[in-house]
């Protein structure tokens, strides 16, 4: 996909590292005729029942290209011997930023703080899991490293860039192909990170117990994953109409007994490793996750992320990304979808409830393996307008308020 130019402006999610995940998401320029048409597609849909809404509005499907249940030749080559993310259903320099303080004391510490030593992991499908190994690497890890299929390389490391460019020199795009590396890596890794942009995948078991496996990770002391908000507030018909109708990657609840086997497969493979521990933050609609206009904020995705999501003039994705850079965060499982606003939500590019921003998510994720109050926690991030992104002052903030 890296060689053909049409083909990523067609695919907001063209990579993963695991699989290949393909969506399309139509979003017309202005908000009123987003909103008008996504009320039509609606009303459509509630007359019809219908379960395939192609018609009412123009869009593909997630698509797993390659998953663990393919049974292809394809499948059967891959040589790093892992199984690959799944749909289920129900079953720039670098430079050390302030730390966060941390929020408890232990007398076996899971935090992993920045500094030349320490080593991050990451693993997933979509833009997330990139955004996760670039902030790692910016926020003064001594090793940010992200498995990389090779035909994917080209769009990760162009998404990972700087302006002018460059790859953090302490980021890594370990091939797919190269196990060696990778276990290697694993040896020396403290902490991993886990993240899946599509609503209908979860990291399969099998990845899982390979990457968390007690011999092959001595030095692991804290896995971090992203979830989804399950608590099914704020959803219902209209929030699955408008996944439907107007943005494919809306949450909308459908696969919450996968997210939830998920989440228990995640703590049961973390409590194998001893003194390590869990983290669970959960989002809703994903949206945005890159540098803003004119670069503003380097240490997200690159510009080129909304030449490739672009489906109009401009991408509704810039938009939200500049005027949404604000996060609220919430313990526990409580975050509420956008309920009877879903049509306006879906690819709203202001604040509305059910919303969770791609750098926010990827953020919390990050700072959290400095705090000891994150341990075995889990929480909700949310949107707030702004224009400008939470300084340190006001993360430590969110934090105590989430976590104490």
């Known amino acids: 996909i890296g060689s053909q130019r049409q083909k990523l402006k067609s695919m907001?999610?063209?990579?993963?590292?695991?699989?290949?995940?393909?969506?399309?998401?139509?979003?017309?320029?202005?908000?009123h005729r987003l909103a008008v048409k996504s009320i039509l597609g609606v009303v459509a849909l509630l007359l019809s029942h219908r379960t395939n809404t192609s018609d009412a509005f123009s869009f593909n499907r997630p698509t797993t290209i390659l998953s663990s249940r393919t049974s292809s030749s394809a499948a059967r080559q891959q040589p790093l011997r892992l199984p690959s993310t799944h749909p289920q259903r129900s079953t720039t320099s670098i430079r050390t930023l302030p730390r966060t303080t941390n929020l408890y004391s232990s007398s076996t510490s899971t935090t992993v703080q920045p500094n030349e030593s320490s080593t991050i992991g990451t693993v997933g499908s979509g833009y997330v899991p990139i955004l996760l190994s670039k902030l790692a690497a910016h926020r003064g890890h001594g090793k940010s490293w992200i498995i990389c299929p090779a035909s994917d390389a080209d769009v990760m490391r162009q998404l990972a860039s700087d302006a002018d460019g460059n790859v953090p020199p302490n980021l890594e795009l370990v091939p797919a192909s190269d196990s060696d590396r990778v276990e290697e890596l694993l040896s020396q890794t403290d902490a991993l990170l886990i993240a899946t942009d599509d609503v209908d995948s979860v990291l399969d078991p099998s990845i899982m117990n390979y990457l968390l496996d007690p011999p092959k990770v001595p030095n692991m002391k804290r896995i971090v994953a992203m979830s989804r908000n399950l608590n099914g507030a704020g959803m219902g018909l209209l929030v699955s109409a408008s996944r439907r109708a107007a943005n494919a990657q809306v949450w909308d609840n459908a696969n919450v007994d996968a997210y939830r086997e998920y989440e228990g497969n995640i703590q049961k493979a973390t409590r194998a490793l001893g003194d390590a521990a869990w983290t669970i933050v959960r989002a809703g609609t994903l949206k945005g996750g890159a540098c803003g206009e004119n670069g503003l904020y380097s240490q997200y995705l690159a510009e080129s992320y909304y030449e490739l999501t672009k489906n109009d003039i401009i991408t509704w994705q810039l938009l939200f990304d500049m005027n949404v850079r604000g996060v609220t965060l919430m313990k526990g499982d409580v975050m509420r979808g956008p309920g009877f606003k879903a049509v306006f939500a879906s690819t709203g590019t202001g604040y509305h409830e059910g919303d969770s921003g791609r750098c926010g998510v990827a953020e919390a994720m990050v700072r959290s393996l400095e705090l000891e109050g994150a341990r075995n926690k889990d929480f909700g991030v949310g949107t707030k307008e702004s224009r400008e992104v939470p300084s340190e002052e006001e993360w430590e903030e969110l934090f105590q308020g989430c976590l104490s």
């Open 12 to 31: 907001p999610m063209p990579f993963s590292t695991m699989t290949m995940t393909m969506t399309m998401t139509t979003a017309p320029l202005f908000p």
